[in-house]
Structures are given as structure tokens and as C-alpha cells.
């Protein structure tokens, strides 16, 4: 029969690289945009307007007149480091997962995977590897996107166990690289650094991934994924300082070479974040920031290399890549990717 590839968030970052992946392999395609969404996937594309936080929107969404195998791909949520706005982060991320995994099952879909994130998994002690795990409580993680994340794929495996829905779950780590028509914290920190904007790094790191890496992981999951399973989609750990001096080395731009100290980041963070609130450009320190970044950010993806031949590539190609895209968007000084190699 016949597959139709059903992708919430379809003109997110993510969304915008599963829907080019999907397109590319030739598959028949269907996404669901917000209203005010306006960079959308090119091609052979169905548009739908709706928000998962209204059911009724929905429903045009999941109709199946043709009679088609429908795989859904449920990548609508908000990403936030940011300290305000928690209600949004726990409508959208909670109560829109719950309407989406209604709507699924209502809908007899023949697959689901839900995206995650590294974030609702419960750290372990700084050192040890994380790996994936079945049990999710937003008690056991810290900060309102993990937690709401937390709640979200708690409710997606329940759905699994008790109601027959056939999902898998995907955890990404630190999404970064081209296509975000949107404004992303790493992003952002690209752009920023390319305008000469920023002047200093902060200590720590985290897993850092290329989203179209992510984009192929969730591909393979909705062939090979197991119901009720969760594979971890991540590269390895990044010090901030090795990601600026590949930027370094891939713009001939200056080396940042001052690094801010954890005393004093801990305490200007509140006035940092007021300070990008009032630029409308998303905050690249907040109190959340410097925690995960100081966090531990070991995650193993052995569980996805081996049951989906998930594979992340360099992240000098992703950095690369991602300039070269936010050049030709005119996001970036063009003359800054002039020292490329």
C-alpha cells in the first residue's frame, strides 16, 4: 500500500530537514505549519495549517481519503533555554503530544516516532555515558524544556503500552546546522560570532549533532525502529572553545580567545537574557544555558548505530555547510567565509 509521510512541525528546523530527506528518497509528503510560518518545505509538498494545541486543526491533517499507510513523524514543540514563557513549553510540548497521539490513534497510523530530546533523559554523574531508558518523570530532570520533553515522551510510551500505538521515540542531542529559516540558539551563536557580536566564550560543552543526521536517524526508526523503544541521536561532546576555533579555522575570523568564568556567568545571566529579549533575538546564555553546558554531556547513539545504522557525520562538515547556508541566505558577511578550506 501505497505510504504518506505525515510531519508535524514540518517548517522547523528539524522538520524542514526530515520533509528535504523524505522528498529526496522520494516519499509522498504531508506536513502541518502554523499559520504565521512562512519559510515552507519547496516541492512536492501537502500543507496544512493547524497547531497541535488545537484538536479540531488536526483533523484535515490526519484524513486518509486515498486509503494510504500514514507514518507520522511528530517533530512540533518549542526548543527553549529561556526562563519565561513556561506554560508555552508545557502546552505545546505536553498537551499538543497528548492531541497528536489521539489523533494517531483515532487515525490507525501505521507507525509513529515521536522527537524527543537528550533533555528528558535523566543525567547521570558527570563521566559516566548516558544511554537510553523507558522511564520518564519530569521529577528526575531539571529545567522546564526537559521536563516538558519528560512528560511528553512518558505519555507517547504509555500510548504504546496500554493503547497499542505503534511509536518509537527519538532523542537528539544539540541540534545544529543548515536550514534554520528560523532563530535557534546555535544558530544564532554562528551568526553572532561571524558578525563580530560575540567577543567572549563561556566554559563548558554539550553533544552537538547536524540536523540532517538527525533528519536520517528518523528516517531509520520509521523502518526499523521498535515499538516502544528509544534510540539516542547524538555526535560527541563539544567544548565551546573547539566549536569558535573551528569557526576560526573555517572563516580566517578572530580566535575568541577570553573565556568567562562560571562566578560570573551564574550572575549576569538574568541581565543577559533581559539584554536579548529586548534585541528579539534568542538568548544565547541564560541560567539553563550554563547549566546544561556545565552539565554532564556524554551520550552514547551504540543503541542506534546498531538497530537503524544511524552514523553522525564531522562536525567540521556541519559548521562548513551551515555557514555556506546562512552566507547565501544573507545571514552572514559573505567576506567572512572567504578563509574556508
Not at 527553549?80 to 505536553?94: C, E, P
Not at 529579549?277 to 551520550?299: A, E, K, Q, V
Request: overall charge neutral.
Amino acid at each position: 500500500m501505497e505510504e504518506m509521510y505525515l510531519v508535524t512541525g514540518g517548517a522547523g528546523h528539524l522538520g524542514t530537514a526530515v520533509v528535504r530527506m523524505l522528498l529526496e528518497s522520494g516519499k509522498l509528503v504531508r506536513i502541518l505549519a502554523m499559520d504565521q510560518e512562512q519559510h515552507l518545505p519547496e516541492g512536492p509538498v501537502e500543507i496544512f495549517r493547524g497547531d497541535v494545541c488545537n484538536p479540531a486543526s488536526l483533523t484535515p491533517f490526519f484524513s486518509n481519503p486515498k486509503k494510504q499507510d500514514q507514518i507520522l513523524i511528530h517533530c512540533a514543540g518549542i526548543v527553549s533555554i529561556s526562563t519565561k514563557n513556561t506554560d508555552a513549553l508545557y502546552r505545546v510540548n505536553g498537551e499538543g503530544t497528548g492531541n497528536v497521539i489521539e489523533q494517531a490513534l483515532a487515525s490507525k497510523v501505521k507507525r509513529m516516532v515521536y522527537v524527543s530530546s537528550v533533555h528528558a533523559i535523566p543525567e547521570k554523574p558527570k563521566g559516566e555515558i548516558i544511554t537510553e531508558t523507558t522511564d520518564f518523570s519530569p521529577d528526575r530532570v531539571i529545567g522546564h524544556y526537559a521536563k516538558s520533553k519528560a512528560i511528553a515522551t512518558a505519555a507517547v510510551l504509555e500510548a504504546c503500552r496500554s493503547r497499542g500505538l505503534p511509536a518509537c521515540v527519538v532523542h537528539p542531542s544539540g541540534i545544529i546546522g543548515p536550514y534554520d529559516y528560523g532563530r535557534g540558539h546555535t544558530t544564532a551563536l554562528l551568526a553572532d560570532y561571524c558578525s563580530g557580536r560575540l567577543t567572549a566564550a563561556i566554559d563548558g560543552g554539550y553533544d552537538f549533532v547536524d540536523v540532517r543526521d538527525v533528519a536520517e536517524g528518523i528516517r531509520a526508526a520509521c523502518e526499523k525502529g521498535r515499538i516502544g523503544e528509544g534510540y539516542i541521536l547524538s555526535n560527541r561532546f563539544f567544548s565551546v572553545q573547539e566549536l569558535l576555533g573551528m569557526l576560526c579555522s573555517l572563516t580566517g575570523g578572530k580566535r575568541i580567545r577570553h573565556t568567562l568564568p562560571l562566578w560570573f556567568l551564574k550572575g549576569t545571566a538574568p541581565l543577559c537574557e533581559a539584554y536579548y529579549h529586548w534585541r528579539g533575538t534568542p538568548p544565547l546564555f541564560t541560567s539553563y544555558s550554563i547549566y546544561t553546558l556545565n552539565s554532564n554531556g556524554l551520550f552514547s547513539h551504540e543503541k542506534a548505530d546498531r538497530e537503524l545504522g544511524y552514523h553522525a557525520r564531522n562536525m567540521e562538515d556541519t559548521l562548513r555547510d551551515t555557514l555556506e547556508w546562512l552566507g547565501a541566505q544573507g545571514r552572514i558577511p559573505e567576506r567572512e567565509l572567504d578563509g574556508r578550506q
